[in-house]
Structure formats: C-alpha cells, structure tokens
C-alpha cells in the first residue's frame, strides 16, 4: 500500500541514506499527490486514508531535516501542502492525527530550511484573503476564516530568530502586509500569534519596523506596544538576575575572577 511505501522511504531516510536532488523530487512529489485534497478521488481513486496522509507528512518532514539541501529547492511545492492539511477542508471536520502531522511537518520543514526562503514561503499563507484559481480575490468568509490556521503565523517567530536584522529587513516587505491583515481574524489565535511573531521582528529589527505597521489599527498598535514593552522588561530582570548571579560567583566575562581558567587538554 501506499502508506507502507511512505513508511519505507522515512526508514531509508532515517537511516541516513544519500538523496540526490531528483530523488528529492520524486519523494516530494509522492507525498504530496497523497496529500492533494481530494486529488485521487476526483480522478476516480479512492481518497487517501489518514494513515497514508500522516505517513505522507512525517516523510515531507524527515526528507526536510535528512537531508535538507536536497529538500531545499522543493519546499515552495511542500509547503502549501502540509498547510493545506492544517486547515479543515470545507465541510470536513479536521482529523486529529493529520493535523497533529502537519504541525510536527511544518516545523521541522520549516527549520530544515534557509530563514529566507521559508518566511517567502510562509507569506500568502499569513493573509485572510486569498486568490483562487482564476486570479479571483476571496473575501475572509469565501476562504472560511475558521479554516485559518495559527500555524504558519507562529512560525514566523521561529524563523526570524534564526536571522540577522539585515537579512529580516530585505524580506520584512513580504511578510508584513500578511501579518498586519491576519491580526483582524475572528480566532484569538491567529491574533496573539500574530502579536508574537511582531515582537520577535521588533526585537531584531527595533523602531526601524514601526513605520512599517501603518496598517494596523490605533488599538492594534497599543496592544503590540504593550507586548514590546513586556518583551523588554523580562530581558532587563533576566539581565540583571544574570549580573547578580555573576557578581555572587565571582564571575567575569564568564570566568571565575581571580583563576586562571583551565588549559585545553592535550590531543589525544
């Protein structure tokens, strides 16, 4: 079956067999027809089980952290799946375990993957209003807001710790408009995700992200004020709780004051 194929590739994969890009390709490609909405069945097939889509979701997810460079240049076409599986298809209740896949999928994708390149791929997920086919724009209710997934917002966070300011700034452009409309969705969720993944941008990228957020309301820009300020205010008492740890040891620049530290130890 095919969830057994699946299940084979994560074992050859884990095992820390080579892959060639092609061969990155064909495993990206595989997993993904086993998680395409509703894919086989139009085509006539049976829709896959959920055991075949988790499978499906734990190989995108050990292909990612196995091997990464081979991954890397399929992620735009992996991405869009996994997201897909966090969001409940229309008139489907979502399925614990494939949702539970496609967290653990997305992060390990997500972090497999160069900072840049996974926050440009991240980006149209960040919006409440999508493009359809057709180029038609979708209004929040046509995309059924309650589908909308926390997810990739919380994983702006995590990439953009991984960053230098210089980098966050040349892709800050393509995340922002995304951010700043998800925090008018209905889910608390999506919002408070939405706050952090603000704050982590401000902590590398200071007042130079302000003017940037134009497009939040005045009650939205009070809130994220006051989540920056809460965010300083826990790494001065962190800094000065560490200071005087320091100063109680008799610490210096991490080195007991007064010793000499100790000597590498011989090659052995």
Same mark, same amino acid.
């Given at each position: ?8 590739? %994560? ?7 080579? !892959? ?60 869009? !799946? ?9 008139? !489907? ?46 209004? +929040?209710?046509?995309?059924? !807001? ?44 999506? %919002? ?11 902590? +590398? ?6 003017? %940037? ?6 009650? +939205? ?48």
């Amino acid at each position: 079956t095919r969830a057994r194929a699946l299940a084979s590739i %994560r074992r050859v994969l884990r095992g820390g067999a080579a !892959v060639s890009a092609e061969e990155a390709r064909v495993v990206v490609a595989a997993a993904s027809r086993a998680l395409a909405r509703g894919g086989e069945a139009h085509a006539g097939g049976p829709e896959p089980s959920a055991e075949t889509k988790t499978h499906a979701l734990f190989t995108l997810r050990d292909l990612a952290r196995c091997s990464p460079e081979s991954f890397a240049p399929h992620a735009s076409t992996a991405l869009p !799946v996994i997201l897909d599986a966090l969001e409940d298809p229309e008139g !489907v209740e979502r399925d614990p375990e494939i949702a539970l896949g496609a967290g653990d999928a997305l992060d390990g994708v997500v972090d497999a993957i160069a900072p840049e390149a996974a926050l440009r791929a991240l980006a149209p997920r960040l919006k409440l209003t999508r493009t359809n086919a057709t180029g038609v724009r979708l209004s +929040q209710t046509q995309t059924r !807001v309650s589908s909308f997934s926390a997810a990739p917002v919380r994983c702006v966070g995590g990439v953009v710790a991984r960053m230098s300011g210089e980098a966050l700034r040349s892709v800050a452009p393509e995340i922002l408009p995304g951010l700043c409309e998800a925090f008018n969705s209905t889910s608390a969720d999506v %919002r408070k995700a939405v706050v952090d993944a603000l704050v982590a941008m401000y902590d +590398q990228l200071g007042d130079w992200l302000l003017p %940037r957020l134009a497009g939040l309301t005045a009650a +939205q820009q009070k809130l994220l004020t006051i989540y920056i300020n809460r965010a300083a205010e826990r790494r001065e008492k962190n800094a000065e709780r560490d200071a005087e740890i320091s100063a109680r040891l008799g610490l210096k620049n991490g080195a007991p004051s007064g010793r000499v530290p100790l000597a590498p130890r011989p090659a052995q």
